[in-house]
């Protein structure tokens, strides 16, 4: 029961009743609580998303960050852990609840690591304001604020009796830190780049920095160099001792080394990562080293023979784009793996694996009677596929920069595709002969859209307008001009009359398609990344929820009708009709997602596919 209750504590804190809905709904097949009370489930979920089959090593998920968390330490005895964020805050959890203790403020810029002296009494955090701060772990309270680094910090550690404080900086030096005077001990200086990471071995004799791509070894009572150490090819990510000090492991590109601590020989390069190592870390007993990658894979090696013992894999790729088949009986889904998947939309099953792009595949598109399918790819190149069969049609080549948005006219005949160049081609989709390539654009575009009657075509970019184009002779009809950052979506009204439009600067414009004038201005409470007119024109859906285009009826309410496409999925919630119905944990949560009818696809960051489906 604590496993079942800590991991959806967040969405049944908000709203109890997801006890019976988001928490029975996400856990895994074989929970207990689950199998006893799966009839409970609300009778409006027609079909539940495919979920793991026992409880994995997740215990919980810390949400209240409001930006990215850059590191985390837990508290020697286990109970605490802190984390650090872009926000410019730390915050400290309890490990066995996941309720946050306390927010610690001060900083004035982010936050860019954490350490609990050895006693657990003492919190260090390192700020790119240029300062440590020493916190009462009980309290919260402030007891220090150190500043002697003229450049951001990236890391701190305690020595193992917890008297002195390292701190490594983008001004290329490390500081020892007198841990309860706060005074400047020793400045070590001879990095030629910033220091990107400390560690003091456990005797705390040896002070291990990190940088570009060297380390050194000093001595941590003189501040003398003791070796450098130098065999990367890559900057240096982090450092880690071995238990007994005398193996040093550091990070780098896509490899491990083992040095000798004594003689500064390597021991050992570990290969087999296929991007960059991010994190190491020995075993309690030194016979196993971990290493993390951004190949989203963390993987264990013998620490005395150098030999791979595990990896330990995710997925290949996060997911970039879904769309469905225009029977909704197929989804595409396009990845950073390189690949597009096509998955039945019944019963979750994929049924091809589209391979042949050779590089990150950005966006999809069926063709209008589905027979067809459209990939775009950072590879320059969109590929045209039988649905059927997988097979590949025609590979589309001219662009000379990544392809980043693909769109069918409405008949199917033409084909246009986006470029990071700011150019869009229209291709004959039976011959993938090139008709038109239209500039304007003065930088990315990502986003495009035909109206309805196939007569205009809408692109959007970075350069915070928008163009209508003439489809049929590729002469610009208007460019839209207002946002004030990129555009980040469009689309037409059914009668075609009308096109809104999403910006980073946190509004949605909505324009007469004929003259370019501005209709109205909606105002949003963060960035919308995604939107669609309702059937009658009348509100606008996102990923944020509803925008009214006009004036609401005296009794405040559309009607049931108007309310007709009321599924949606925005950040933790699927909503229906504006009210939050189903609690997303937060490895369910949407990068992208499609809908058809009643069935909504979402697309994971870890590369997973959801497809659950609604009796609303």
Same mark, same amino acid.
């Given at each position: 029961?604590?496993?079942?209750?800590?991991?959806?504590?967040?969405?049944?804190? @908000?709203?109890?009743?997801?006890?019976?809905?988001?928490?029975?709904?996400?856990?895994?097949?074989?929970?207990?609580?689950?199998?006893?009370?799966?009839?409970?489930?609300?009778?409006?979920?027609?079909?539940?998303?495919?979920?793991?089959?026992?409880?994995?090593?997740?215990?919980?998920?810390?949400?209240?960050?409001?930006?990215?968390?850059?590191?985390?330490?837990?508290?020697?005895?286990?109970?605490?852990?802190?984390?650090?964020?872009?926000? /410019?805050?730390?915050?400290?959890?309890?490990?066995?609840?996941?309720?946050?203790?306390?927010?610690?403020?001060?900083?004035?810029?982010?936050?860019?690591?954490?350490?609990?002296?050895?006693?657990?009494?003492?919190?260090?955090?390192?700020?790119?304001?240029?300062?440590?701060?020493?916190?009462?772990?009980?309290?919260?309270?402030?007891?220090?604020?150190?500043?002697?680094?003229?450049?951001?910090?990236?890391?701190?550690?305690?020595?193992?009796?917890?008297?002195?404080?390292?701190?490594?900086?983008?001004?290329?030096?490390?500081?020892?830190?007198?841990?309860?005077?706060?005074?400047?001990?020793?400045?070590? /200086?001879?990095?030629?780049?910033?220091?990107?990471?400390?560690?003091?071995?456990?005797?705390?004799?040896?002070?291990?920095?990190?940088?570009? %791509?060297?380390?050194?070894?000093?001595?941590?009572?003189?501040?003398?160099?003791?070796?450098?150490?130098?065999?990367?090819?890559?900057?240096?990510?982090?450092?880690?001792?071995?238990?007994?000090?005398?193996?040093?492991?550091?990070?780098?590109?896509?490899?491990?080394?083992?040095?000798?601590?004594?003689?500064?020989?390597?021991?050992?390069?570990?290969?087999?990562?296929?991007?960059?190592?991010?994190?190491?870390?020995?075993?309690?007993?030194?016979?196993?080293?971990?290493?993390?990658?951004?190949?989203?894979?963390?993987?264990?090696?013998?620490?005395?023979?150098?030999?791979?013992? @595990?990896?330990?894999?995710?997925?290949?790729?996060?997911?970039?784009?879904?769309?469905?088949?225009?029977?909704?009986?197929?989804?595409?889904?396009?990845?950073?793996?390189?690949?597009?998947?096509?998955?039945?939309?019944?019963?979750?099953?994929?049924?091809?694996?589209?391979?042949?792009?050779?590089?990150?595949?950005?966006?999809?598109?069926?063709?209008?009677?589905?027979?067809?399918?459209?990939?775009?790819?950072?590879?320059?190149?969109?590929?045209?596929?039988?649905?059927?069969?997988?097979?590949?049609?025609?590979?589309?080549?001219?662009?000379?920069?990544?392809?980043?948005?693909? !769109?069918?006219?409405?008949?199917?005949?033409?084909?246009?595709? !986006?470029?990071?160049?700011?150019?869009?081609?229209?291709?004959?989709?039976?011959?993938?002969?090139?008709?038109?390539?239209?500039?304007?654009?003065?930088?990315?575009?990502?986003?495009?859209?035909?109206?309805?009657?196939?007569?205009?075509?809408?692109?959007?970019?970075?350069? %915070?307008?928008?163009?209508?184009?003439?489809?049929?002779?590729?002469?610009? %009809?208007?460019?839209? /001009?207002?946002?004030?950052?990129?555009?980040?979506?469009?689309?037409?009204?059914?009668?075609?009359?009308?096109?809104?439009?999403?910006?980073?600067?946190?509004?949605?414009?909505?324009?007469?398609?004929?003259?370019?004038?501005?209709?109205?201005?909606?105002?949003?409470?963060?960035?919308?990344?995604?939107?669609?007119?309702?059937?009658?024109?009348?509100?606008?859906?996102?990923?944020?929820?509803?925008?009214?285009?006009?004036?609401?009826?005296?009794?405040?309410?559309?009607?049931?009708?108007?309310?007709?496409?009321?599924?949606?999925?925005?950040?933790?919630?699927?909503?229906?009709?504006?009210?939050?119905?189903?609690?997303?944990?937060?490895?369910?949560?949407?990068?992208?997602?499609?809908?058809?009818?009643?069935?909504?696809?979402?697309?994971?960051?870890?590369?997973?596919?959801?497809?659950?489906?609604?009796?609303?």
């Amino acid at each position: 029961m604590k496993r079942f209750t800590l991991y959806s504590r967040l969405g049944i804190e @908000q709203t109890p009743l997801q006890v019976y809905c988001s928490a029975l709904i996400f856990a895994p097949v074989m929970s207990i609580v689950k199998k006893q009370f799966i009839n409970w489930v609300p009778i409006w979920m027609q079909r539940l998303p495919k979920v793991e089959k026992n409880w994995n090593a997740l215990l919980q998920t810390l949400e209240g960050h409001s930006g990215w968390v850059n590191a985390v330490a837990f508290s020697p005895d286990g109970k605490v852990l802190a984390s650090a964020s872009y926000d /410019e805050t730390v915050k400290l959890w309890d490990a066995g609840t996941g309720a946050v203790q306390q927010t610690l403020k001060g900083h004035s810029n982010w936050v860019s690591a954490v350490a609990f002296s050895p006693d657990g009494k003492v919190l260090a955090s390192a700020s790119h304001d240029k300062t440590v701060k020493l916190w009462d772990a009980d309290t919260g309270a402030v007891q220090q604020t150190l500043e002697a680094h003229s450049g951001g910090i990236t890391a701190v550690a305690f020595t193992p009796d917890g008297k002195v404080l390292a701190s490594a900086s983008y001004d290329r030096t490390v500081k020892l830190w007198d841990a309860g005077a706060g005074a400047v001990q020793q400045t070590l /200086e001879g990095h030629s780049s910033r220091v990107t990471a400390v560690a003091f071995s456990p005797d705390g004799k040896v002070l291990a920095s990190a940088s570009d %791509r060297t380390v050194k070894l000093w001595d941590a009572d003189t501040g003398a160099v003791q070796q450098t150490l130098e065999g990367h090819s890559g900057g240096i990510t982090a450092v880690a001792f071995s238990p007994d000090g005398k193996v040093l492991a550091s990070a780098s590109d896509q490899t491990v080394k083992l040095w000798d601590t004594g003689t500064g020989a390597v021991q050992q390069t570990l290969k087999g990562h296929s991007n960059w190592v991010a994190a190491v870390a020995f075993s309690p007993d030194g016979k196993v080293l971990a290493s993390a990658s951004w190949d989203q894979t963390v993987k264990l090696w013998d620490a005395g023979t150098g030999a791979v013992q @595990q990896t330990l894999e995710g997925h290949s790729g996060g997911i970039t784009a879904v769309a469905f088949s225009p029977d909704g009986k197929v989804l595409a889904s396009t990845s950073y793996d390189k690949t597009v998947k096509l998955w039945h939309a019944g019963t979750g099953a994929v049924q091809q694996t589209l391979k042949g792009h050779s590089s990150q595949v950005t966006a999809v598109a069926f063709s209008p009677d589905g027979k067809m399918l459209a990939s775009a790819s950072y590879d320059k190149t969109v590929k045209l596929w039988d649905a059927d069969t997988g097979a590949v049609q025609q590979t589309l080549k001219g662009h000379s920069s990544q392809v980043t948005a693909v !769109a069918f006219s409405p008949d199917g005949k033409v084909l246009a595709s !986006a470029s990071g160049g700011g150019t869009v081609k229209l291709w004959h989709a039976g011959t993938g002969v090139v008709q038109q390539t239209l500039k304007g654009h003065l930088s990315r575009v990502t986003v495009l859209a035909f109206s309805p009657d196939g007569k205009v075509l809408a692109s959007a970019s970075y350069d %915070r307008t928008v163009k209508l184009w003439d489809a049929g002779t590729g002469a610009v %009809r208007q460019t839209l /001009e207002g946002h004030s950052s990129r555009v980040t979506a469009v689309a037409f009204s059914p009668n075609s009359k009308m096109l809104a439009s999403a910006s980073y600067d946190r509004t949605v414009k909505l324009w007469d398609a004929s003259t370019g004038a501005v209709q109205q201005t909606l105002k949003a409470n963060a960035a919308i990344q995604t939107l669609s007119f309702s059937d009658d024109g009348t509100f606008i859906e996102t990923d944020r929820g509803i925008l009214h285009t006009i004036s609401l009826p005296p009794n405040g309410r559309l009607s049931r009708r108007g309310l007709s496409r009321g599924i949606f999925v925005k950040q933790q919630w699927v909503t229906y009709e504006m009210k939050n119905v189903l609690w997303l944990p937060s490895e369910y949560r949407p990068v992208c997602t499609a809908a058809y009818g009643s069935v909504v696809a979402i697309g994971h960051i870890s590369g997973h596919v959801s497809i659950l489906e609604f009796a609303f």
